[in-house]
């Protein structure tokens, strides 16, 4: 893959607002077709966005000045190179969002923290369809173990609420992103960090007030992770026993006591926090609280698509979020600079043009799949453009008459004929319908158009055989 087809492009305009609603909102949800790019274009902002600064070759994690607002992380996003083009005033111009390892030598990239950016301020979690409690989020305890297992998304809470007290409002942004949060029902895996995020823990002056908080495990103490010293489990002096009974009276010890003890709304001596203390032979992510709480430095962004795999949100949810679609493709835009694409390009444009008005066209992620392959077949569109849209855009087409009825006989249009025009694909559609509803076969509509073959025989056969079943019947699938 070649560095122009590595980068993930969008809209200026498009990521400023998404910059400024991650900055203002605790909860985003991106949605739009499969392979927009919805997923890395989450995943690089949040990984700029919690890297903060570039300082002497250091990510810093603060923002442009250690101000927490939108256009002070919007610069902190230019200066550091992962999003360079950002302040522009011109919303429509595409620009590139890029990964760490874009914007310098992967050597200088071990040296400037970013590893421990995406170990402990960014976490992505793929939603599974059987998640239906907050465990799934959290992680599990093991009783023949006597350990807990957190999830990244627990480690990633615990440094933002540990950073949040060490450094107020000016902590550096910590994101949880939950790829295709709808494939299960997110009111009930979520409900317990919706609730927490109306009543997150605050600094006032110089006292914390505790939040809301949710139950990671079943003990009110802290437990070992899998990472703890065998010496130290079970001992009556170990560090999470001593933090129980709260005889540790120091850094992010008395930050996770504070979770074992104190009750939403109880106000708290503020203390330093030291995430490189370590106190008893283990550091701050060697014990998992009891408790977790959110902070205003969290966000959850959840990446979203809609069909009859996924389930629809309630009044709840989207009462706590921002939403952003992301379903205008715009290829030219995008793969202008990827190998292949000025010989496809054509196909590709008139496919969007048959297929935008029902939502049923594709992503970037199926343009750069279809090049590639042209490119390993070592093949033009005009060899290998058939066998492309019968594998990679065929078979997502599925429904009835009100969604397929004006889609499948133009894009049959088009695979006989060949032609770019849609309004001349329209017309000729409908003598396609009348042509099948004579009950005539392919053969017979290729010789009333004087043609030996369809431009796209795959294609073209397939179609019909899918037209002719949604005239018969009001539905149609590709399997």
Known sequence: MTCEEKMIRERRGVVQSLVTALVTKPFMLLSGI???????????????????????????????GGVGSAQ??????????????????????????????DVMPQEDLNESGMGDVQKYRVAFLPVRPDWTDPQKIWGYYNPLTGLYYPTQAT??????????????????RHFIILDELNLARVEYYLADIL????????????????????????????????????????QENSVHEQLYVGKTDRSWAKAYHYLSAANAGMMLQKMPVDLKDVINGADWHRVVPPKISFTPNLTIIGTVNVDETTFSFSPKVLDRAFVMEFNDMDYDGVCKDWKGYEDAREAFRTMHRILRPENLHFGYRTVHEI??????????????????MVSKVLPKLRGGEDKLGAILPVFL????????????????????????????????ILKRLSLD????????DKLFRMTRQL???GLASFF
């Open 471 to 473: 005239l018969d019947t």
């Open 371 to 388: 090049l590639s392959y042209i490119e390993q077949a070592q093949g033009s569109w005009a060899s290998c453009g058939d066998f492309c």
């Open 34 to 64: 499969s392979g927009s790019g919805k997923t890395q274009l989450a995943r690089r902002l949040a990984t700029g966005i919690a890297a903060g600064m570039l300082d002497d070759g250091k990510f810093t994690g603060v923002s442009y």
């Open 413 to 444: 249009a088009y695979a006989i004929t060949d032609k770019t025009d849609i309004t001349a694909l329209h017309e000729e559609a409908a003598a396609l319908v009348g042509d099948i509803l004579s009950a005539k076969q392919l053969p017979s």
């Open 155 to 172: 480690i990633v809470a615990m440094h933002a609420y540990l950073e949040f007290l060490a450094y107020g409002e000016a902590a550096p």
């Open 195 to 234: 609730s927490l995020m109306e009543c997150p823990t605050t600094i006032v002056g110089d006292q914390i007030k505790m939040g809301e908080m949710s139950s990671v495990h079943p003990f009110n103490r802290p437990l070992w992770t899998i990472s703890a010293p065998k010496s130290e489990i079970g």
């Open 72 to 101: 002070a992380f919007k610069i902190a996003l230019a200066k550091s190179g992962i999003v360079p083009d950002l302040l522009g005033e011109n919303g429509d111009e595409f620009i590139d969002i890029r990964e760490p390892e």
């Open 453 to 460: 073959k369809a431009a796209y025989p795959l294609t073209a």
